[in-house]
């Protein structure tokens, strides 16, 4: 179980890493290189980054209570 839970954290960590990257800051990102800074540029924040913001929300949520589960798993010696 807590090895399972361990992959499962690192597979969000570093799914959290991409969608943070791929989000525009303030000189453009690696969503403009995927087509992102043409739909933001014409409207301010486009669908697609509320999407994106929406999921980064959800994985980091996920990521969060996982790894409290899993600290609490490991503290308890299951």
């Known amino acids: 179980m ?9 597979l969000l960590s570093v799914l959290l890493v991409l969608l943070v ?16 800074g043409v739909t933001s540029s014409l409207g301010g924040s486009s669908v697609v980054e509320r999407n994106l913001d929406r999921m980064t929300i959800i994985v980091a949520v996920l990521w969060i209570i ?10 308890r010696g299951m």
């Open 2 to 10: 807590i090895l399972g839970l361990s992959i499962f954290v690192m």
């Open 21 to 36: 990257l791929l989000h525009k800051g303030k000189g453009g990102g690696l969503s403009d290189m995927f087509g992102g």
């Open 66 to 75: 996982a790894g409290v589960v899993l600290g609490l798993l490991i503290n």
